[in-house]
């Protein structure tokens, strides 16, 4: 539930801090004196767009801080687990606003869209206005209602998961019969690009292989020249070879080291160098023996590595890719061969991913249809209750094609007046009316309901004496079940609060603020005494207030 709300410069706000406890708190104050504050600062807090026209005079800029106890809520919690932003037992909902209509929002202290803050509020708290856009008159929120009613949030939530299934097979199956219909041409392209491949045959590695043969092959008159020169310079000329010239300086060299030890290392280093040499000459004319000047190979490995070439411009790959796209079309083909195979399976896993979303489906149907009337019988009949005598309530199914969220439509209908039709909700209840409407359904789901913290602006417009007072009764009611603030002008449903805030605006020559105040038992009287009688309290006014809240507050 809501347990904290920090409001800086927002309308006539310049800080506030308030404390919602558990049960009803009524919110009253003369008109104009700051009531709406709250609202626009919740409303502000929950991801609503706002306008900065909301910020108070002179103020660089707005802010709403919410803080909501989440122990007992399991949703929320994995939703922000989801997200890596659970921290505890609390959630943190922040939200700025400045004067050019810049504004940013955070959740326990990371930055979210807005989109992300309104999911999450609508996880955490109600808020019920007499305005066409509250959740009540949107058909998703009335099948949400009605399957908290029935007890079937799990049900709903299997049949949306069963039909995105369902959907997915559906896809891959409609994928593989496009694929289908153009398997013919394709399978004979792939078998003529495979005998291509198959009759190269290009092993992996062998192009480079090739590619230093050519380079070889190509150079060979020229290799054999240098290497011959080199052979000869090196050990194999008559005289003055490297050889010669390093066996005398070995020679030079092992009389000096008899007469200095020191120079041994020299002569070690010398020596190899000579054995080196040797054996670079002999390395040489081994390489000498195979190399051949050969055209008819070079020729042959010309004509190979121009195939390789052409066969890789026509696959638009590297040359070197050759070996991969040769496995990859191997692959397809076998695919394509089996492909009535494959496509059989897929039939028989969209086939079974149908049956198990319409099993799904029809218990889900069987829940809402089975509670659909109980629902509609109970709302009409607190409707009743609050003063809307000819009232009727029902909670339409009508089918539908399947869908995500079942094979029925689900819509609340209302009427009244006497011999009016039914009609869709949004299209005929008056502000007052939709105010009740919304207090009706959620007294009538109070034991089942997973948004822990109501808010109702003036619920109770349009109505007065006993009325008035049933409706302040199944405030309380509801508070029994969850946290409830509802803005009233009405001193009957004001008495039945558990907690009373009360507004006022204090004005000066250069300044307006409003404040909210919490009243103890006489300033609750005083209030009360106000909201009966007007400014001046009277004797007999203070009696009945006093009166009216003992009697208000002996209710359970």
Known sequence: MLTHLSVHNIATVEQLELEPAAGLTVITGETGAGKSVLMDALSLALGERADSTVIRAGAERAQVQATFDVRQLPAVRAWLEERELDQGDEVQLRRTLRPDGRSRAWINGSTMPLNDIRELGDLLINIHSQHEHQALLRRDAQRALLDSFAGADNAADRTRSQWQQWQQARQALTSARDQSREQHDRIELVRFQLEELD???????????????????????????????????????????????????????????????????????????????????????????????????????????????????????????????????????????????????????????????????????????????????????????????????????????????????????FSANPGQPLRPLAKVASGGELSRVSLAIQVMCAKVLTVPSLVFDEVDVGVGGGVAEIVGRLLRELGQHAQVLCITHQPQVAALGHRHWHVIKQQSRTSTQTQIQSLDTEQRVQELARMVGGLELTPSTLAHAEEMLAKSQAQP
Request: hydrophobic share 35%.
């Open 199 to 413: 009759a190269l045959a290009l092993a992996e590695g062998e192009l480079a292989e090739l590619e230093a043969e050519h380079k070889r092959l190509g150079h060979a008159e020229s290799l054999i020249r240098l290497c011959q020169q080199s052979l000869a310079l090196l050990y194999e000329q008559d005289e003055h070879t490297i050889n010669d010239h390093l066996s005398q300086a070995l020679g030079w060299l092992g009389d000096a080291a008899e007469d200095d030890p020191s120079l041994n290392d020299v002569v070690a280093s010398v020596e190899s160098a000579r054995l080196q040499v040797e054996a670079a000459a002999d390395d040489l004319r081994h390489y000498l023996d195979r190399l051949d000047v050969d055209p008819e190979r070079l020729a042959a490995t010309e004509e190979r590595l121009s195939n390789v070439y052409a066969l890789a411009r026509k696959h638009r790959v590297r040359p070197e890719e050759l070996p991969e796209r040769h496995r990859s079309l191997q692959d397809e083909a076998h695919t394509l061969t089996h492909f009535d195979d494959h496509l059989a399976q897929l039939e028989a896993s969209e086939a079974a991913a149908e049956k198990r979303y319409q099993d799904s489906a029809r218990k889900l149907s069987t829940q809402r249809r089975k509670q659909a009337p109980a629902m509609g019988r109970g709302i009409e009949r607190y409707l009743h209750d609050l003063g809307i005598k000819g009232a009727r309530f029902e909670v339409s199914l009508t089918a539908t094609e399947p869908q995500a969220d079942g094979l029925e439509q689900v819509e609340f209908q």
